[in-house]
């Protein structure tokens, strides 16, 4: 497969008043073209981080990039690029669908020019072309009399619909990667299917890779090639679906995937919550950073990072548990395979 992303030791950081938060810590992972990569992990472990700077769109200051890091699109360093190639990259070569739709859409913009603004700056359209275009785009993503709604306000849309409007926006100049931040939180789950649906049919016939950053591993699992699971600012798992889903290794894998409601349960039972909090992230990580809410938490965890271990091509856990020493766990029954 033709490679197009290349993310290797990115750190970010944000200068506050009590100090430096050391908000994504030395991630390394890689996208292929058509592909989709899910970043997965609680709020605030960094995986909007991490997707804005693959543009560079975390304010700076008080955010900042450290050195060492690499965000490689094409080939193309991206944390070396001018202004005016950013300019170029952002909407037409990677495009991202933000968290909410209704704050991310200009209230006193008709739709059509929203869309036609990037159609005008990276294709050079006219105004009569870029609606056009517009319009096409709307019909695209299903939304109905488009030709008409073009010369509508967001508020005059639902949410379900205002959603389609920014992938409409984002996918509008053909980008090679698309990033969708948590594109479903606040639909309901009939709209969080039809979007989902909508974003792998476009995927298919755009040859789009795709990002898709979440918290709900529900929301990936008929979704996404890849998945890596973020905790405090690292990657601690990542591998396929089909790995993370049935071989996951983590203990915070295995919490993500226990908290996930079933069909196999009974009604009332009690669905699994993951207790304790996320570390400080402006104090300095020694050893595991999820060793104050593991179960499996062992004395190393507390002292040392642990390494990175590969169970296969494409899966690895950075886990104590999988040192040759550690004691033999029984890994909890999540998911189960269907007969």
Known sequence: MERILEVSNLSVSFHTYAGEVKAVRGINFSLDKGETLALVGESGCGKTVTAKALMRLNPEPPGDIKEGSSVKFDGEEVLNMSKERLKKLRGAEISMIFQDPMTSLNPTMKIGDQIAESLKIHNKLNKKESLDRAAKMLE???????????????????????????????????PKILIADEPTTALDVTIQAQILELLKNLQSTMNTAIILVTHDLGVVANFADRINVIYAGQIIEEGTTEEIFYEGEHPYTWALLSSVPRLDIESKKELYSLGGTPPDLLLPLEGCPFASRCRYCMGICREKMPPKTEISENHSVTCWLKHPSAPRIEKPDLLRRAQ
Do not use: D, W
Request: charged share 20%.
């Open 140 to 174: 695209t993503v299903n939304i109905p009399e488009p030709k008409e709604r073009i010369n509508n306000y967001p508020h005059e849309f639902s949410g379900g619909m205002r959603q389609r409007v920014m992938i409409a926006m984002a996918l509008a100049c053909n």
